[in-house]
């Protein structure tokens, strides 16, 4: 017990020589078991955190603690041989130190570990294989998700393992015991980790690959030893012989979906793709399908097993080669196999009289839908039935012949609905059967939605939903399926069925006019009992149907808003202080949801002011409970909801509400800034006097931006301390706070006197000092003169009109460029210019023109990107009928597409990108509106002609000096600019003359043909 206590001593891994001896510790079999697996998991921490050198933060001169440099070379040394010797408990916690080490020491300062591992591989002694198995898997892990050019240290590494695990597993094969099986699925799994991503065709020529497909198809097929089956069925999946099946599944379906199909893959694995079509796909299928048979002939198959089995056979559906032998008995597979799958089960049963609320939970939760052989099943037989002509009508019948025989097991009933609902897309487009699904619900669906069954009531509810946009041609059906939902939820007992209850409604409610509209009278019942489940269930689901119909009946529910802002409150109160809630992710999601709620919530009523302020009040305890709780993964749901509440007007509450926050920034500091900027911004702008009433705000908000711009926050969280400044200036122009200019100009130019990493924080620091400019010209030149910053000596004026003049072209979207316009106008006009301006006299006029330039084709790219979202919506309204004829392959038109597009080339598709994003460079920032971003503001157009005209009559040999650089198309582009503002200003006044009149009367003189923002309009 000595060494727990020395663990915890607080100081003690700073000591030289500590981590080596936690692992001496660990691998010793002389010590205690328990005090082995603390050191572990003790280095392990250690390793995660102090290993990489790191800098010390900014203005620091102290470098952080790592471990030592001789400590990690033993470390280094000596942790393979201890993952190779220690038991699993620890060996587990060695793995993830050893990952974390290959993460920032391979290949660099490690090379030697592909030797080491090689070694070990290599030992006579089998004992040494597993360990140095899951070495190679942390150094194959590490690259997993990497892109192929950064995977070259990997690949020179496999050149080694590769063939060295090959030979081994075609070695281990024939022997099926534990330990041997143990290291096959070990070799699965690298080689899984290895392909996942990314194929290394220089790894994988023809013939290796075809040994590793011999290999998995081998293990696929093998039998599990008879003596399995005497274990607990819930306790089989995990054995390893199905586990061992399990990756070998898992590979081929992830080698058939990424590489092996034509026309779905990227050029580099065209030729791959068509190889192993054509030499492989059709061999491991033979191998599935007889899977599929033994669990048709109520064999055990692993449920893991199944799915992967599933997806490999959803591939095989499109290509003819692998459809040609999956067709004779795709009928036996569909009706035995995914309907037996799709059917209620014991275990179904089991877990809704033990648990009904973890049966919600587990049909609810998408990662359980991941790893579902039912998901599976499902996505089989609707890609089946979609491109295959023969594979609907027969699975109709078959489910028709279910749902008419009125002795048939119930459960089997389950699974009719079920298959049909997962086809009710494809159902709904073919002619065949849309007209017939009305009378489908009406005959086979109402009647089991008051079956004394729950698991059929459920069942029915969600057919219901998946038919929600069907055209009813009967009203009274709609009528009756609209009631007999909201029925369901209201008054069922079950509450698998009142969820499944809701989802119908709210789909029912959305997807038809009449729905709507027969619902009206409810809202207030049905709410109440949304509300209900989801304070029972604390369903993610549910929550989105209260949102979804909280924007649907946004009139109604504006007179019951606050009891059901009260009720979420409630709901929230209860899952945040609940014991297990830090534990169970779930509540996290739906707690989350209830705050999206209850935004929804504020902005359907934002008109209601009384009402609003009711809500407040509950908010308000709501953000309390966060911040008392430190409940950081909320922080930014509660500002968005101080965000809601302060759109229109600010209470003095919410005045309060700021000191709070500056309470919370100072703990939790930076992280959440850039979350509470939409808040802080309306302090500013929405309500103006009161900010201006009280010092305490405007320093306040000035200490939280100089706290970002001072400390670490990152370029991201500067950027909008920067804005926040700039909108207080332009905010507050004419309004005396002549006493903050040089505290805000001052801390934006010593920001960019140290390293800056983007141009976005460079011009966001400019424009703070342009805006300034802008509130007071000669404020700021006296600011500039004045201002001493750190390695600069005497006044700064020059650089920063130099600065600015360099990086006039990094000014990028509407607000910036405008803002740099009138900056540059209002310098050009000054008459106690600075000497630095006269230093930059030629660049001024023509950076200007560049500006205007830009915000010409930000008009026009808009104009553009409108055009192709509109066409692209067309273009998916023609997407229709997608079924191809029996003996087809989907892939030769898609590979045609594909092969066409490469034309153009993958660079050529990505510059397009570049451009639109470099010319519709809206920053998140540009959000943050200012007085200049209003309709009736400044025209920058007009001031900058203005004050050029200015200048031409008042010194002309300055106007001359402004205009000498300009070329001949330079000149050309001010006319244009010039006509423009002439025009600008005609249809301003136009507009305001119309107001003054009280509005306009149109006369129909014909509709324009055709226009264009983006063009300049021509003298006549």
Known sequence: MVILLYLRHIKSYK??????????????????????????????????????????????????????????????????????????????????????????????????VVDKIDYYLQSQSSASWLGSLLCLYQLVKTYEYKK???????????QIFLPRIQQQIVQLLPDSSYYSVLLQKQILKIFYALVQYALPLQLVNNQTMTTWMEIFRTIIDRTVPPETLHIDEDDRPELVWWKCKKWALHIVARLFERYGSPGNVTKEYFEFSEFFLKTYAVGIQQVLLKILDQYRQKEYVAPRVLQQAFNYLNQGVVHSITW??????????????????????????????????EYIRMKFDIFEDYASPTTAAQTLLYTAAKKRKEVLPKMMAFCYQILTDPNFDPRKKDGALHVIGSLAE?????????????????????????????????????????????????????????????????????????????????????????????????????????????????????????????????????????????HLAEIFGKVLQSDEYEEVEDKTVMAMGILHTIDTILTVVEDHKEITQQLENICLRI?????????????????????????????????????????????????????????????????????????????????????????????????????????IILQCKGRGIDQCIPLFVQLVLERLTRGVKTSELRTM????????????????????????????????????INQWMNDTDCFLG????????????????????????????????????????????????????????????????MEENEEISSDEEETNVTAQAMQSNNGRGEDEEEEDDDWDEEVLEETALEGFSTPLDLDNSVDEYQFFTQALITVQSRDAAWY????????????????????????????????????QQGGFTFENKGVLSAFNFGTVPSNN
């Open 814 to 877: 509407h607000h910036d460029r405008k803002m740099c316009i009138i900056g540059l106008s209002i310098l050009l006009e000054l008459q106690n210019r600075p000497p630095a301006v006269d230093a930059v006299v030629g660049q001024i006029v023509p950076s200007i023109l560049f500006l205007f330039l830009g915000l010409k084709q930000v008009c026009a790219t808009r104009q553009l990107v409108n055009r192709e979202d509109r066409s692209k919506a067309e273009k998916a309204d």
């Open 623 to 727: 953000i309390d409970l966060v911040l008392q709780k430190h409940v950081i993964e909320f922080y930014e749901e509660i500002l968005s909801l101080a965000y809601s509440l302060t759109c229109h007007s600010i209470s003095p509450q919410m005045w309060q509400l700021l000191g709070i926050l500056y309470e919370v920034f100072q703990q939790d500091c930076f992280e959440y800034f850039t979350d509470m900027m939409p808040l802080l911004h309306n302090y500013v702008t929405i309500d103006t006097d009161t900010l201006l009433s009280n010092a305490k705000h405007l320093e306040i908000l000035f200490t939280m931006c100089r706290k970002v711009l001072c400390g670490d926050a990152g370029e991201d969280a500067e950027c909008h301390a920067a804005k926040l400044l700039e909108v």
């Open 324 to 357: 040609k032998q999956m067709k004779p008995h795709i009928q036996n597979i569909s009706e035995d196999v995914i309907f037996s799958v799709m059917c209620y089960k014991d275990e179904d049963e089991e877990l809704w009289q033990e648990d009904p609320y």
């Open 15 to 112: 000591i030289i020589n500590f981590a080596p001896s936690l692992l001496r510790i660990i691998v010793s079999d002389h010590v205690e078991f328990p005090v082995r697996q603390a050191a572990a998991i003790y280095l392990k921490n250690m390793v995660t955190q102090y290993w990489p050198d790191r800098e010390p933060p900014p203005g620091e001169a102290i470098f952080p603690f790592n471990i030592h440099e001789n400590d990690r070379q033993q470390i280094r040394d000596n942790i393979v041989e201890g993952i190779i010797r220690s038991p699993d408990l620890v060996r587990v916690q060695l793995t993830m130190c050893l990952r974390a080490i290959i993460k920032h020491d391979f290949p660099g300062h490690w090379p030697g």
């Open 426 to 566: 494809i159902l709904l487009k073919k002619s065949l059967f849309k007209d017939q699904m009305e009378l489908f619900l009406q005959n086979h669906v109402f009647p089991l939605l008051l079956s004394n069954l729950g698991y059929l009531r459920a069942r029915s509810c969600w057919v219901l939903h998946a038919f929600s946009s069907l055209k009813f041609h009967n009203e009274l059906n709609l009528r009756n399926a609209v009631e007999l939902a909201k029925k369901s939820l209201i008054e069922d007992k079950e509450m698998p069925v009142k969820v499944e209850a809701a989802l119908a409604l709210q789909s029912l409610i959305s997807n038809q006019i009449q729905a709507k509209e027969y619902m009206k009278p409810h809202v207030r019942p049905i709410m109440q009992e949304l509300l209900h489940i989801v304070r029972e269930t604390e369903n993610d689901d549910v929550t989105n149907v209260i949102q979804k119909m909280i924007c649907e009946y946004s009139q109604e529910v504006a007179s019951i808003a606050v009891d059901m802002t009260q």
């Open 148 to 158: 192929a050019e950064e995977r070259e240290p990997l690949i020179i590494a496999m």
């Open 960 to 995: 001359q000096l402004l205009m000498a650089p300009l070329s001949e198309d330079q000149r050309t582009a001010l006319q244009e600019v010039y006509t423009l503002a002439e025009h600008r200003r005609t249809v301003a006044e136009a507009k305001k003359k119309i107001e």
């Open 765 to 800: 620091c400019l424009q703070v000092a342009i805006a300034a400019l802008y509130y007071n010209p000669d404020l700021l030149l006296h600011t500039l003169e004045r201002i001493q910053l750190p390695h600069n000596p005497g006044p700064i004026t020059v650089q920063f």
